[in-house]
Nanobody, 114 residues
Framework: QVQLVESGGGLVQPGGSLRLSCVAS????????MGWYRQAPGKERELVAR???????NYDDSVKGRFTISRDRAKSTVILQMDSLKPEDTAVYYC????????WGQGTQVTVSS
């Protein structure tokens, strides 16, 4: 069974940075489109960043220019570097496949507040 384990969240002031990591079991990071999602209280879960096996990247307009997704195949890890954080980025962040989904991990809480 595929496992996804997210980490790196926390409390940060507006304008600050966080680096999220997602360690995946097996080889899914190597062969699948992978994405970072977020879910704010009372809202639907949304895809904010995506990376393909060929390392093509796409971002939601709300995070474009501030977030960077990357992948370390050797470590089966997907990274989300988040800079210039805003209060509206507050959410639980998850990673998962995009075209093919796996069981969701527990997510990691990101809170942006002064």
């Amino acid at each position: 069974q595929v496992q996804l384990v997210e980490s790196g969240g926390g409390l940060v002031q507006p304008g600050g940075s966080l680096r999220l990591s997602c360690v995946a079991s097996g080889t899914i990071v190597m062969f699948n489109d992978m994405g970072w999602y977020r879910q704010a209280p009372g809202k639907e879960r949304e895809l904010v960043a995506r990376i393909t096996p060929a390392s093509s990247r796409n971002y939601d307009d709300s995070v474009k220019g501030r977030f960077t997704i990357s992948r370390d195949r050797a470590k089966s890890t997907v990274i989300l570097q988040m800079d210039s954080l805003k209060p509206e980025d507050t959410a639980v962040y998850y990673c998962n496949g995009v075209s093919k989904k796996f069981a969701w991990g527990q997510g990691t809480q990101v809170t942006v507040s002064s």
